[in-house]
């Protein structure tokens, strides 16, 4: 009798085990979901401000005037 309420103990803590594995891993696939959109809004958001920068960026013609200290 004993052995059998052990064996039952085993396979109770078994499946409770399994249901925290899987909530854990509902959690973890939840997280990756939420960070591959902010990638994508972050790849998106990349993409529109290289739209926007001028096409010579560093290398484009200046104003000398605007190389000026501040104090003249």
Do not use: C, W
């Amino acid at each position: 009798m004993q052995e059998i309420s052990f064996t039952e103990q085993r396979l109770n803590d078994l499946e409770i085990k399994a249901s925290y594995t899987e909530d854990l891993l509902d959690q973890l696939n939840l997280t990756i979901y939420r960070q591959q959109q902010q990638i994508d809004d972050l790849a998106r958001e990349l993409v529109r401000l290289r739209q926007q920068a001028p096409e010579g960026g560093a290398a484009a013609a200046r104003n000398p005037r605007d190389e000026l200290p501040p104090h003249y």
